[in-house]
């Protein structure tokens, strides 16, 4: 879901915006410690992207930075205030749907996780129930 989210969001960001490179950086899920919150992940670059980007997003909840954009543009492309304006206008929902897709893709991981380990205690239940069974024939 967020790979997804993130395909769309740069797609439109290169298309509508007219952007020629950009960056999505997103920080840790949020519980982690303070010290592992601190390494961004760079989840996509694409376009041109070459020296200082021109502008860049900050993408924040009310409680915290979820990570932020990074936008370049052509020297020639005059820079458009009104397309940054509705950037930053937008970066909080932004934030919001980046960070709800990614919380929703580490839920489905836990569960993945816990089937299997579930599915391991079954497997020794049974075991354990078998010898039992072989334990009272004898």
């Avoid at 915006?17 to 010290?35: C, H, I, N, S």
Wanted: glycine share 6%; charged share 25%; aromatic share 6%.
């Amino acid at each position: 879901a967020t790979h997804q989210f993130a395909d769309a969001l740069v797609e439109q960001l290169l298309g509508v915006f007219a952007f020629r490179g950009v960056e999505l950086w997103m920080t840790p899920l949020r519980g982690l410690d303070a010290d592992d919150r601190s390494a961004a992940e760079q989840l996509r670059r694409v376009g041109a992207c070459e020296g200082p980007p021109l502008r860049t997003v900050h993408l924040a909840t009310a409680d915290y930075e979820v990570g932020s954009i990074k936008l370049w543009r052509t020297p020639e492309a005059a820079e458009n205030a009104d397309d940054y304006r509705e950037l930053v206008e937008l970066s909080p929902w932004i934030a919001i749907a980046l960070d709800n897709a990614r919380s929703h893709t580490a839920l489905k991981e836990r569960v993945r996780e816990q089937d299997a380990e579930i599915v391991l205690i079954n497997d020794s239940l049974l075991t354990a129930e078998r010898l039992s069974s072989i334990g009272t024939l004898a």
